[in-house]
């Protein structure tokens, strides 16, 4: 009888070799492991985002299109009473759990995320100007620090970008669209590749 077991499989793995090809002192993609994620809803009015980063063990962003970091993963804030939390650490039913008790508490509820989305780092000094090409956003390092992050389009996508470093980005696109942004970041790179000398 044939195994018929499911294994896990990252979103993109079948485009892992072709992110891996753009390697550069200038220019790096690179595929993110997937994390435990859960999307908070509370009204900051009753207390609930300082019970949950409590809970969480670190503080969540006060002003909405920022982030902070928890001891394994990220909280960003997506609007007045919207947050997304990650986890490297965590079973995603357990974070969700976690985070869904103490939210509950406070009028509020999480709710698993983690096969939503994936991730994508763009590291390099050329990162941000890659990324301009697709993006209306004003990227420069005095514009968007680190400490941002924003939902914004890259190509014709819906993507959540974040500032980790000047030269250290982090694309998280949700599942479906991840194929089509990952072929647009690796043919948006060739601008950035070494010429090759016949």
Known sequence: MADRTLTAS???ESRRAALASVDSPALRLELEA???????????????????????????PER???WT?????????LGP????LTSTTAEPEDWEFHVDETAAAHGGMAVDV????????????????LLSFGCSLDLRPSAFPRGRCAQTLLGQAGVL??????DDLLLIVRASFAGYVA???VDAAQEFQPAVVP
Do not use: F, I, K, N
């Open 161 to 166: 970008l974040v500032a980790l470093e000047a």
């Open 69 to 77: 970091a928890l001891p394994t993963g990220l909280a960003l804030r």
């Open 183 to 185: 072929d647009w970041l």
């Open 34 to 60: 997937p994390v435990a994620t859960v999307d908070l809803r509370v009204d900051p009015a009753h207390g609930g985002p300082a019970a949950v980063g409590a809970a969480v063990g670190g503080p969540l």
């Open 10 to 12: 990252h979103p993109l």
């Open 81 to 84: 009473d919207e947050w997304l």
């Open 64 to 66: 909405p299109d920022t």
């Open 114 to 129: 983690s096969a939503q989305r994936t991730a994508v780092r763009v590291r390099g000094t050329a990162a941000r100007e």
